[in-house]
């Protein structure tokens, strides 16, 4: 058993934080569950020609900013959202999200009592 015992249910909701705040354009739950140091880089499908993206937490709050503004951009409504805590202590997780637009790998870090994502590594699945 990893050590995060009653931290789970803080690390999965920072992790549905992350989630709903990019699916739903919701900048409160991205302010919430993302640290000022945010470092975001991703791939997008190879069809698009697997671009690399990178994310920094004012770019994630505007991303998210532009959902709500743009509801076409909003995920569908049963969009898939998995959450696995790989690892966990008590300060730092790994957590695996399996979303609609891909895989994201967070890596988050405990400030007190809050759960907050630090890094995130993703990739679009075609």
Not at 40 to 49: F, T, W
Request: net charge positive; proline share 2%.
């Amino acid at each position: 058993m990893n050590s995060y015992g009653q931290d789970k249910s803080k690390i999965e909701r920072a992790a549905l934080d992350y989630i709903e705040g990019f699916y739903k354009g919701d900048t409160t739950k991205i302010k919430r569950s993302i640290h000022p140091d945010l470092s975001k880089l991703g791939y997008g499908s190879k069809s698009r020609g697997a671009k690399e993206h990178v994310m920094t937490y004012s770019k994630a709050i505007g991303f998210a900013r532009d959902v709500a503004e743009n509801p076409q951009w909003a995920a569908p409504k049963n969009a898939i959202k998995t959450i696995e805590i790989l690892d966990a202590q008590d300060k730092i997780a790994c957590v695996k999200l399996t979303l609609y637009w891909g895989i994201d790998y967070l890596l988050m870090v405990k400030y007190g009592d809050t759960w907050m994502i630090s890094k995130v590594l993703w990739q679009s699945l075609d």
